[in-house]
């Protein structure tokens, strides 16, 4: 099984903010990373896919890179609507996996 | 515009087993392209995936639940279901059903999941 991890778990932060958010693979699983939001009582929403890719419609200061083993998802200047829990999965396997998560929350 | 939405009961007896069905609108299920899925998301914690659904059958789950989960497709309904046996209170979670699709590049496949259902809670209790 490939597990996922995230850090930080939990970060604070202001509008107007950079903030990185980084995913770990337990081993390498290529570009096979996607990242998702998901605000409280909603389902996740798509923002990555395959490491890099913008998914239609979301915002710009959303992005992600990395390969490998190491992932990161940056958001270049909070807004306030950006905050709420960030999580990778990876699709190296037919059986996927997700990080723990990352909630985002308001300094 | 493709929608996916859960249905089941919200509420299963410790030892039973738990049946949600995922109905697909807006698209066919029957696609060569996608795989359909089911997803958990405990109170308070994190998701984790159940498992996929090819509309030929071909299904693949997670090896933690491997033993108690049989996902099916009912390509004439444009339906997929999960069923979860001998439940605990551990099982009791927000569900989600979710597709997958790929973005061929380089010649590889990756696939990454673009449509949810809202989620449907089912709690474990006697």
């Known amino acids: 099984d490939i597990q996922m991890t995230q850090s930080p778990s939990s970060l604070s932060a202001s509008v107007g903010d950079r903030v990185t958010i980084t995913c770990r693979a337990s081993q390498s699983i290529g570009s096979y990373l996607n990242w998702y939001q998901q605000k409280p009582g909603k389902a996740p929403k798509l923002l990555i896919y395959?490491?890099?890719n913008l998914q239609s419609g979301v915002p710009s200061r959303f992005s992600g890179s990395g390969s490998g083993t190491d992932f990161t998802l940056t958001i270049s200047s909070l807004q306030p609507e950006d905050f709420a829990t960030y999580s990778c999965?990876?699709?190296?396997?037919?059986?996927?996996?997700f990080g723990q998560g990352t909630k985002l929350e308001i300094k | 515009q493709l929608q996916l939405q859960e249905s089941g009961p919200g509420l299963v007896k410790p030892s039973e087993t738990l049946s949600l069905t995922c109905t697909v609108s807006?698209?066919?299920?029957?696609?060569?392209?996608?795989?359909w899925g089911w997803i958990r998301q405990p109170p308070g914690k994190g998701l984790e995936w159940i498992g996929s659904?090819?509309?030929?059958?071909?299904?693949y789950y997670n090896p933690s639940l491997n033993s108690r989960v049989t996902i099916s497709v009912d390509t004439s309904k444009n339906q997929f279901s999960l069923k979860l046996s001998s439940v605990t209170a551990a099982d009791t979670a927000v569900f989600y059903c979710?597709?997958?699709?790929?973005?061929?590049?380089?010649?590889?496949?990756?696939?990454?999941?673009?449509?949810w259902g809202k989620g449907t809670t089912v709690t474990v209790s006697s």
């Open positions: 807006g698209g066919s299920i029957s696609s060569d392209t996608y795989y």
């Open positions: 659904i090819y509309y030929s059958g071909t299904t």
């Open positions: 395959a490491a890099s």
């Open positions: 999965q990876q699709s190296f396997t037919t059986r996927y996996s």
């Open positions: 979710a597709r997958s699709l790929p973005l061929l590049k380089g010649g590889y496949y990756y696939y990454y999941m673009d449509v």
